[in-house]
């Protein structure tokens, strides 16, 4: 995806409810966050599909620990 079609579908994923805007980052740009019902579905299905280790890897993938 081109830089120049990111901001646009950020815009149309806004649109549709399905991305929050955040604020500015810390370089200027806008940022996002996943709708609040995403987080809790992606929280359930994670839950009941994978195990406790599993997601502690994926959380650690995550955040580059």
């Known amino acids: 995806m081109s830089n ?3 901001p ?3 815009v149309q994923l ?3 409810r399905l991305l929050d ?3 500015p980052g810390s370089d ?3 940022r996002y966050r996943l709708h609040d019902l995403h987080r809790v ?3 359930e299905r ?3 599909e994978e195990t406790e280790a ?3 890897a994926a959380m650690s993938r995550a955040l580059g620990a």
């Open 4 to 6: 120049r079609s990111q």
């Open 8 to 10: 646009l579908r950020a």
């Open 14 to 16: 806004v649109d549709a």
């Open 21 to 23: 805007p955040a604020g």
């Open 28 to 30: 200027g740009t806008q």
């Open 41 to 43: 579905f992606a929280t």
């Open 46 to 48: 994670a839950e009941h």
């Open 54 to 56: 599993q997601r502690r």
